[in-house]
């Protein structure tokens, strides 16, 4: 295994804040509404991630170092279980396992259904990240996990409708979601790798 120091530093990375905002919970240090707080937190953190899994293809192709493509599956491995705590945390604290408050829930609240259908493009990218499901879906796969950017949009847009007066945060990540889209566009994919050298040369 390639870079086992930098992998394990960056599984500790995704670990670590979700155990640390539970044990603030157990403190009752998250305010007078620990579920909800938690509920954002870990939607955030799923967003960050996929942010940060997204810029890892163009940092080899600048930095040309292969660590960043190493923990690229990790990341989305972690992104999507954020987003499953997150989910598991809206059922919890917010429904309270009432299944028959969701139907109201999703009238009162659209945006829950955006966010669910971001979930389920996530589930079906967690399940193909794997090298069987490469060698079963031969080209279509690369088709299939190009959707991460459709699954940002309903992301971003999902939490644009929770947020809604409150805009500097999204607006942030919005514009990082942006440029990365446009980092896949072929011909600016392509003066990444020059970057380098101007970058080394200032």
Request: proline share 4%; glycine share 10%; net charge positive.
């Amino acid at each position: 295994m390639r870079y086992p120091f930098w992998r394990a530093g960056v599984f500790l990375a995704a670990l670590l804040p979700p155990l640390y905002w539970l044990y603030q919970a157990w403190i009752f240090d998250l305010g007078p509404d620990p579920g909800k707080v938690l509920v954002d937190r870990l939607g955030q953190g799923g967003l960050i991630l996929l942010l940060i899994t997204l810029s890892m293809t163009p940092l080899q192709k600048i930095t040309r170092w292969g660590g960043w493509v190493q923990v690229r599956r990790q990341l989305g491995l972690w992104c999507f279980t954020y987003i499953v705590l997150h989910l598991g945390a809206y059922a919890v604290f917010i429904l309270g396992l009432d299944w028959g408050q969701l139907g109201v829930e999703l009238r009162k609240r659209p945006y829950i259904i955006v966010g669910f259908i971001a979930f389920l493009g996530l589930l079906s990218l967690a399940l193909t990240s794997n090298r069987y499901s490469m060698r079963r879906l031969g080209a279509g796969w690369k088709k299939l996990h190009r959707l991460i950017y459709v699954i940002l949009g309903f992301g971003l847009l999902h939490m644009l409708w929770v947020v809604r007066s409150d805009l500097e945060r999204w607006a942030i990540y919005a514009a990082i979601g942006l440029l990365l889209l446009l980092l896949r566009v072929p011909s600016v994919a392509r003066r990444l790798p020059s970057l380098r050298g101007r970058l080394a040369a200032n």
